[in-house]
């Protein structure tokens, strides 16, 4: 007698039962509930569509750590780094940070015996961090210029090459941004600019260290030396800077020891970097310190007790996971300087070879060759039938995400290829890249599509 079987009790096949009969509604909630693992299986196909975050060569977010941190990071969710009384020994690791972080960049009154020390906080990368900082120099300005502040428009003076947040921060809270032209062989600004555009309205100037743009280094000793010889004349400003450190911060400390750019300038009142960049961490995680106190006003800091304790704050998020700033730690327990400083230099490696590769090819020249931060930007010679954008394209046929993009004004008419080389991006990759690079460049003489892809622009800064 044949053993009798109801469907779904005995056999659950993995994509014939829901899956594949019935579609999952994606802009309600389900009417009823599913399975844990139908639920995992529906989500993880979908993701398959998504590049891989380690081809994806447009990113400085870094996308590979090792299996301990992944799992420290992963008993860690669920803390609230907001929490401080609740998660002391999380809140201790992020002053930690903090103060290793400040410890990098030569910051002052640094004591051994004092573990507060360290002025700073670890952001939600470094977008909140430039908040911070941008409102702690308005905040500065403000009580230089006295109560007659509310008649007078603050202003920050700034590359066209700066980050998109620079942009939001000038909007949302009321300065006029002074963009700085670029140029035609010139992606940085110049001491020069700067000095033809502060006034006594200028709450600071951004300096940046490793563009996203060219991954370029800006000659902040220079604008400091210009701004110090400035303020030493009468009655003309004393003009602080900030610098955005997101891509070099954790690199030029271990690739270029001896380059000032940091508090070793006495101009230089706060620094922001990422944490989830070259600092080698899983996003998102930054940092914003100053200098000392004085450059952090205290009407800027809350104090809330209703978590328990006296609490005092000066991020812009409140609730998020302790995991990042966790993740952080182990790098820096894990690495030391040491540890960076050999990685960094595999890197740099890495991408200066990938540099002289594309500048001895009869179709590229170089903008950035990779030895400041392991940054390579790079463009067409001539016109050879195809643009940037095309060669972005059909990269990606290969599976690479290689962003092209245009430069920032005065310099729109110039197309920029980009390759961000990161840990987890190794020598064998850089060789693949380099012969599918090749091999797309070869169908691209033969085809010339002369910009189809122009109008598409697949990736842009």
Not at 293 to 321: C, I
Not at 427 to 444: E, F, M, N, Q, Y
Request: proline content about 6%.
């Amino acid at each position: 007698m044949a053993r009798k079987h109801s469907h779904g009790q005995h056999i659950a096949p993995a994509y014939t039962g829901r899956l594949a009969m019935a579609p999952v509604p994606s802009l309600r909630l389900p009417d009823e509930a599913m399975d844990p693992a139908a639920a995992y299986r529906f989500i993880h196909d979908e993701l398959m569509l998504d590049g891989s975050s380690r081809l994806n060569l447009a990113t400085f977010v870094t996308t590979w750590m090792d299996e301990e941190a992944e799992k420290l990071m992963a008993e860690t969710f669920d803390k609230n780094m907001i929490d401080k009384d609740e998660y002391p020994a999380t809140a201790a690791i992020e002053q930690r940070c903090v103060c290793m972080v400040a410890d990098l960049f030569h910051a002052e009154d640094l004591r051994d015996d004092d573990p507060a020390s360290a002025v700073g906080v670890s952001t939600i990368g470094s977008s909140e961090a430039v908040m911070l900082a941008g409102l702690a120099l308005k905040w500065r300005w403000r009580e230089k210029v006295g109560d007659g502040w509310k008649g007078r428009t603050p202003n920050l003076v700034m590359g066209s090459n700066v980050q998109v947040v620079w942009e939001k921060f000038c909007r949302y809270f009321d300065v006029e941004p002074r963009y700085l032209p670029m140029e035609e062989g010139r992606y940085v600004i110049t001491p020069e600019q700067v000095l033809a555009n502060v006034d006594e309205d200028t709450i600071g100037v951004v300096a940046i260290l490793g563009t996203t743009f060219t991954g370029e280094l800006e000659p902040i000793a220079e604008i400091c030396a210009a701004l110090d010889d400035l303020a030493g004349q009468d009655g003309k400003p004393d003009v602080p800077v900030h610098v955005d450190a997101a891509s070099g911060g954790f690199v030029v400390p271990f690739l270029h020891p001896d380059l000032e750019w940091d508090f070793r300038l006495p101009r230089v009142v706060s620094i922001n970097v990422s944490g989830h960049k070259y600092g080698l961490t899983y996003p998102g995680i930054g940092f914003v310190v100053w200098r000392s106190k004085e450059h952090l006003p205290e009407d800027l800091v809350f104090r809330v007790n209703y978590l328990g304790g006296d609490m005092p704050t000066f991020t812009l998020n409140f609730s998020r996971p302790g995991n990042q700033v966790v993740g952080q730690y182990y790098n820096f327990l894990r690495l030391g300087r040491a540890g960076y400083s050999q990685v960094m230099q595999c890197l740099s490696q890495t991408a200066r070879w990938l540099g002289d590769e594309l500048r001895d090819s009869e179709h590229f020249e170089l903008i950035s060759d990779g030895s400041a931060i392991p940054v390579v930007s790079f463009r067409l010679k001539g016109n050879p039938g195809y643009t940037e954008f095309d060669v972005s394209a059909a990269l990606r046929g290969f599976g690479w995400q290689v962003p092209a993009y245009t430069m920032p004004d005065n310099a729109n008419d110039v197309v920029v290829l980009r390759v961000v080389v990161r840990e987890g991006f190794s020598a064998d990759l850089a060789r693949a890249l380099k012969d599918d690079t090749i091999t797309a460049l070869k169908h691209l003489d033969d085809l010339k599509p002369g910009g189809y892809f122009d109008r598409e622009q697949p990736f842009t800064h």
